[in-house]
């Protein structure tokens, strides 16, 4: 439910000799209940405390429609006040966020964010004096993915942050490009009091249709059963054909249009390089990203993880990747290494981490997994 309190954030707070204290502030919002999806750490005003970026993600029973971003302001004393109206108003409906890193994009010495998201592009913000502003590159913005993890890292060693962003991928049913997007229309078809996204797919005739079945779109909306009496008349109703233009009227649309997972090269001067990782990387949807030199040869490498199983029987569970080990060739160019070079994982890898010289895997519903990484 939309006003159930587990969604309140829990915020914890350590007092040097590994106790914690749970917090009884409500986060990230005052005023109502948000179904957050991450968080990211970061002295945005310099102050030396630490200050939040938590995004939100879909609003439950609100597929579709735009979460809004909050930066949260610490006073030094572990109490945290949104800000976001005076110092980031462009967070406000930016999209439904799923990952964001705090970094310094264009050198300066101030921190600032990459937010990426379901329909988004790889959206970047600028702090300047405390204030954060939509700057965006175009080759950036019109990449509208399922994007799922943003990862910051210097991948060619020039001192510019670049960053690896985990997307749908390309072994999937879900194909997209600018000319033929993958759209979801929005909006309360049936009058009823609840939203219809309706996931659609644009095809070379310039139309979209459904991705739902003729019995997925009646479930949802009754009154279809008189427009859809039978399969044979549903077969070549796109989704403008199956509704009016009336209902059509202040329908939401937004698009995706890339699937691929990407490497974002930064160029300087806010020019940036994208190009696609290695077909290894493309074979499930990526959740997880973290980077080291993982091979000992004095660059920095990439592992990624993913996979997603819990989806409808037509769709396939998207069960592709061991994990993927993306050995640096110099200059940001990856390879795959091969299986037998020891980073083999199953499961649905949801978060990587390095620590030392071990790389610690988190996975849904399996154990932690620990490899150990360099020459001794």
Same mark, same amino acid.
């Given at each position: 439910?939309?006003?159930? *309190?587990? $969604?309140?954030?829990?915020?914890?707070?350590?007092?040097?000799? #590994?106790?914690?204290?749970? !917090?009884? =502030?409500?986060?990230?919002?005052?005023?109502?209940?948000?179904?957050?999806?991450?968080?990211?750490?970061?002295?945005?005003?310099?102050? #030396?405390?630490?200050?939040?970026?938590?995004? +939100?993600?879909?609003?439950?029973?609100?597929?579709?429609?735009?979460?809004?971003?909050?930066?949260?302001?610490?006073?030094?004393?572990?109490? $945290?006040?949104?800000?976001?109206?005076?110092? @980031?108003?462009?967070?406000? *409906?930016?999209?439904?966020?799923?990952?964001?890193?705090?970094? %310094?994009?264009?050198?300066? #010495?101030?921190?600032?964010?990459?937010?990426?998201?379901?329909?988004?592009?790889?959206?970047?913000?600028?702090?300047?004096?405390?204030?954060? /502003?939509?700057?965006?590159?175009?080759?950036? @913005?019109?990449?509208?993915?399922?994007?799922?993890?943003?990862?910051?890292?210097?991948?060619?060693?020039?001192?510019?942050?670049?960053?690896?962003?985990?997307?749908?991928?390309?072994?999937?049913?879900?194909?997209?490009?600018?000319?033929?997007?993958?759209?979801?229309? &929005?909006?309360?078809? %049936?009058?009823?009091?609840?939203?219809?996204?309706?996931? !659609?797919?644009?095809?070379?005739?310039?139309?979209?249709?459904?991705?739902?079945?003729?019995?997925?779109?009646?479930?949802?909306?009754?009154?279809?059963?008189?427009?859809?009496?039978?399969?044979?008349?549903?077969?070549?109703?796109?989704?403008?054909?199956?509704?009016?233009? @009336?209902?059509?009227?202040?329908?939401?649309?937004?698009?995706?249009?890339?699937?691929?997972?990407?490497?974002?090269?930064?160029?300087? =001067?806010?020019?940036?390089?994208?190009?696609?990782?290695?077909?290894?990387?493309?074979?499930?949807?990526? $959740?997880?990203?973290?980077?080291? %030199?993982?091979? @000992? %040869?004095?660059?920095?490498?990439?592992?990624?993880?993913?996979?997603?199983?819990?989806?409808?029987?037509?769709?396939?569970?998207?069960?592709?990747?061991?994990?993927?080990?993306?050995?640096?060739?110099?200059?940001?160019?990856? &390879?795959?290494?091969?299986?037998?070079?020891?980073?083999?994982?199953?499961?649905?890898? /949801?978060?990587?981490?390095?620590? +030392?010289?071990?790389?610690?895997?988190?996975?849904?519903?399996? +154990?932690?997994?620990?490899?150990?990484?360099?020459?001794?």
């Amino acid at each position: 439910s939309q006003s159930s *309190s587990a $969604y309140i954030d829990r915020l914890y707070f350590n007092d040097g000799r #590994g106790n914690f204290s749970a !917090s009884n =502030q409500m986060l990230p919002g005052k005023t109502r209940y948000v179904s957050s999806s991450t968080v990211s750490v970061l002295d945005y005003d310099g102050d #030396g405390d630490l200050d939040l970026f938590v995004g +939100e993600g879909s609003r439950p029973m609100q597929n579709g429609v735009p979460g809004d971003g909050f930066l949260l302001e610490n006073n030094g004393q572990g109490v $945290y006040t949104d800000v976001t109206s005076e110092k @980031a108003p462009e967070f406000k *409906s930016l999209g439904m966020i799923t990952s964001s890193q705090a970094v %310094d994009v264009n050198g300066d #010495g101030a921190t600032d964010l990459i937010v990426v998201g379901e329909y988004m592009g790889i959206e970047i913000f600028l702090n300047t004096n405390g204030q954060f /502003r939509k700057s965006t590159p175009a080759n950036l @913005a019109r990449l509208k993915g399922w994007w799922n993890v943003v990862h910051a890292a210097d991948v060619n060693g020039d001192g510019r942050m670049d960053f690896i962003v985990g997307n749908h991928g390309l072994n999937s049913r879900f194909k997209a490009s600018e000319e033929q997007p993958i759209a979801l229309f &929005v909006k309360d078809f %049936d009058s009823n009091g609840t939203l219809d996204p309706i996931l !659609s797919k644009y095809m070379a005739n310039g139309k979209a249709y459904p991705y739902g079945l003729r019995h997925n779109l009646i479930d949802q909306i009754k009154s279809l059963k008189k427009v859809l009496p039978d399969y044979k008349t549903f077969k070549d109703m796109s989704v403008r054909d199956i509704f009016t233009p @009336a209902q059509m009227e202040g329908v939401m649309e937004i698009k995706a249009t890339e699937m691929t997972s990407v490497l974002v090269l930064n160029k300087g =001067q806010m020019n940036f390089e994208v190009t696609e990782l290695p077909t290894e990387a493309q074979v499930s949807p990526v $959740y997880a990203i973290a980077t080291g %030199d993982f091979d @000992a %040869d004095g660059d920095t490498d990439i592992l990624l993880g993913g996979n997603l199983y819990s989806v409808k029987p037509e769709v396939g569970r998207y069960d592709a990747s061991y994990g993927t080990f993306l050995k640096n060739t110099g200059n940001g160019r990856f &390879v795959a290494a091969k299986p037998q070079e020891g980073f083999l994982v199953e499961g649905e890898v /949801r978060d990587i981490e390095v620590f +030392e010289n071990f790389v610690l895997i988190a996975r849904n519903n399996a +154990e932690l997994m620990k490899l150990k990484f360099g020459k001794n």
